[in-house]
């Protein structure tokens, strides 16, 4: 100590607090760096991102060269302290006893807590560079870190633990889903709706998403011929479902547009339309809609028929119906009337059909019913009254008040909905 200078043995010191915090900063910006960020910039070519993957993927040889060098110094910071206290003080246990204290106060405060803080906040500021570091490090102290892990594992086997150095990282659907939400400053709220739907699509069924069986537009064969000529000459819809006196006695599909031609000549007859009928798509009921899709694209299809387990038909369900549950409505091909009910008007009320399913109402006028259960307006009252209403009613399910207006032939043809006072309008 005599040879050595005082500015010398604090610099010493200084240098041996501030290496202890460089491994301690390094070890906590590594583990708090965001890893598919990493994997982007590897891919991007970043050398410093590779290094830092290469790392991450042998933890375990990264963990123990982080701590033979916070032990060795923090040690060697003790010693050194130590040292000095006994020679500028003298060998009293009052001392000692005040150095540890100093020596611990150093090391927890410049070598731990400050550089820890440090390293969670700016983590891929500092792990990047340091990896560089680092990689050089565990190569050259590699038989001392092996000769180390040989115990680690040892104890491990023992205790019947498994160690996986890989990097496993992998994330469920709902950590997915989470990390969607919570990336609103840098996704735009139109993409993270879409990618929220996505996941949605995993759980809902044709059932959820078709056309009703009372909704689909249909032509029966039997009627008069002018009555069909009306009807194809007033059609909005591309294709119709064509069947004989019964919905479930299903004809075919017919392409309207290959008929319009026979319409401005007269020429139109039975035999013709029938003649132009198309094989219909049947599709199980409580098919998934994301396997549905998956059909569609396979088949070169866009509609099918939902059909039960007796054959019967439950509905009509398009490949647009499907997308839409992910990007979100198009701009609707029917008139006006027939989609005026699902907005609310100036008063906060929407005049609904019983047959409108439920999901559309959650979606276009921002309600929250639950579709555990009946997939439509009237199934959902049937199943809260437990008995066929009485216009007039009303009732109040999932904070919305709900007005019976029209009931025939046992079902609940219309209802007037009023907007629940926290609901806001969709889009706003």
């Not at 010191?13 to 583990?31: R, Y």
């Not at 995993?202 to 009372?214: G, K, L, N, Y």
């Not at 013709?272 to 998934?288: D, Q, V």
């Not at 989609?339 to 609310?344: A, C, D, T």
Request: hydrophobic fraction near 45%.
């Amino acid at each position: 100590m005599d040879t050595i200078p005082l500015w010398a043995q604090i610099t010493a010191l200084v240098a041996l607090l501030l290496l202890s915090g460089f491994f301690s900063i390094a070890e906590t910006s590594m583990m708090a760096l965001n890893r598919f960020r990493v994997r982007h910039l590897a891919k991007s070519g970043k050398r410093s991102a590779r290094m830092a993957l290469a790392l991450l993927h042998k933890t375990d040889r990264f963990l123990s060269m982080v701590l033979i060098g916070n032990t060795l110094l923090n040690a060697a910071t003790t010693t050194l302290v130590t040292a000095l206290a006994i020679y500028y003080f003298g060998n009293d246990e009052t001392v000692l006893s005040i150095a540890t204290g100093i020596v611990a106060f150093l090391i927890l405060v410049f070598s731990e807590l400050t550089p820890k803080v440090v390293g969670a906040a700016y983590a891929e500021q500092i792990a990047l560079p340091s990896s560089l570091i680092f990689s050089l490090l565990v190569r050259l102290f590699y038989p001392l870190i092996w000769f180390v892990n040989l115990f680690v594992t040892g104890i491990l086997k023992l205790l019947r633990l498994r160690s996986t150095s890989e990097d496993q990282t992998t994330l469920s659907t709902d950590e997915l889903r989470s990390l969607v939400l919570e990336s609103a400053q840098f996704m735009p709220k139109k993409h993270r709706s879409i990618l929220l739907n996505l996941f949605d699509l995993e759980q809902i069924t044709v059932d959820d998403v078709m056309t009703p069986r009372a909704h689909i537009e249909a032509l029966d064969i039997t009627q008069d011929l002018e009555q069909l000529r009306a009807q194809l000459a007033t059609c909005y819809h591309n294709k119709l479902l064509v069947y004989e006196r019964d919905i479930n006695q299903v004809k075919g599909l017919l392409h309207v547009r290959q008929v319009l031609a026979l319409l401005d000549t007269d020429t139109l007859n039975k035999e013709s339309l029938l003649a132009a009928l198309s094989e219909p798509y049947y599709i199980p009921a409580g098919t998934a809609a994301l396997a549905q899709l998956q059909n569609f694209q396979e088949k070169k299809l866009r509609l099918g028929l939902v059909v039960d387990e007796y054959g019967e038909v439950e509905g009509l369900v398009t490949l647009a119906d499907i997308v839409e549950e992910v990007v979100g409505e198009f701009t609707s091909t029917m008139p006006a009337a027939a989609v005026r009910g699902l907005h609310w008007d100036e008063d906060g009320l929407a005049l609904v059909e019983g047959q409108t399913s439920l999901r559309k109402l959650n979606r276009r006028l921002g309600l929250h019913f639950s579709l555990d259960g009946p997939k439509t307006l009237n199934g959902l009252l049937l199943e809260y009254l437990q008995d066929i209403p009485e216009t007039g009613v009303s009732v109040k399910i999932a904070g919305c008040p709900i007005e019976i207006v029209q009931v025939h032939d046992r079902l609940i043809r219309v209802a007037r909905l009023q907007r629940p006072r926290q609901t806001q309008a969709p889009g706003q």
